[in-house]
């Protein structure tokens, strides 16, 4: 027999599914498409007890309400407009060269593989590695302790690459850690959601990590991704 918990676990896993996964278009489902499906299930759940006589809550567990939480990806000219001061204009928006090419780094890195931001946080810089042909991998530490490799375009390598050696400059670099803060310590997440606020405030365009999270698995739907490859690179189970 199957336990209330299981079901409730299931249900949040599939309604956290079809609230993160982009449609095979790019685009988000909308809010009212989550509300249907829970309202779905709930009926079901309603059927079920009466004609099994069972007493399921598990579609109690989540509210309709949260789902208006949803973050929409970044819009493609807001995208656009973003990218190319990000990556030609740092300079203007940081406070030194060497913050300028973190900025550049930590933003495209995220961009092309969606990675949370305890994930770029916890990342060492043995968890970088450079292939032959100069694209790389990156040992991702991510929820659970789960562990998986993501793939890293020529341009995102060159970017940390060269934010390493800005770094190599400043400091007798023997820390760990792949991106490091004003203090030259480990990067924290508040670092990186207060950097892409100042930005967000400069260019007058909302972003945040999140939303480039879903913009990053939007692109690649558009690119040919399957639900198997968005769950193995987004760390999503």
């Known amino acids: 027999k199957i336990t209330n918990q299981q079901f409730k676990s299931w249900f949040k896993e599939f309604i956290n599914f079809y609230r993160t996964t982009p449609k ?25 007890n009466r004609e099994m006589g069972t007493n399921y809550d598990f ?77 790389g991998e ?21 970017l940390i690459q060269e934010y390493l050696k800005e770094r190599n400059k400043n400091i007798i670099d023997t820390q760990p850690a792949l991106f490091l803060n004003s203090k030259f310590e480990r990067m924290k997440k508040n670092s990186i959601i207060g950097m892409y606020k100042r930005i967000s405030k400069k260019l007058n365009i909302n972003f945040s990590a999140h939303a480039l999270r879903r913009t990053s698995a939007s692109l690649r739907v558009v690119e040919g991704a399957d639900t198997l490859d968005l769950m193995n690179n987004f760390g999503w189970t």
């Open 59 to 135: 579609a109690s567990s989540i509210k309709i309400k949260e789902t208006q939480t949803i973050i929409e990806p970044i819009s493609p000219t807001d995208l656009q407009e973003l990218s190319t001061a990000i990556l030609n204009n740092s300079a203007e928006l940081t406070a030194d060269p060497l913050s300028a090419k973190r900025l550049k780094a930590v933003y495209f890195l995220m961009l092309q593989t969606g990675l949370r931001l305890n994930e770029v946080c916890l990342l060492d810089k043995n968890n970088f590695k450079v292939l032959s042909d100069y694209t």
């Open 138 to 158: 990156l040992k991702i530490h991510g929820k659970g302790s789960k562990k998986r490799i993501v793939g890293l375009s020529q341009e995102t390598v060159l």
């Open 24 to 48: 095979k278009n790019g685009s988000m489902r909308s809010t009212n498409t989550i509300v249907v499906y829970i309202k779905q299930i709930k009926r079901w759940q309603k059927v079920m």
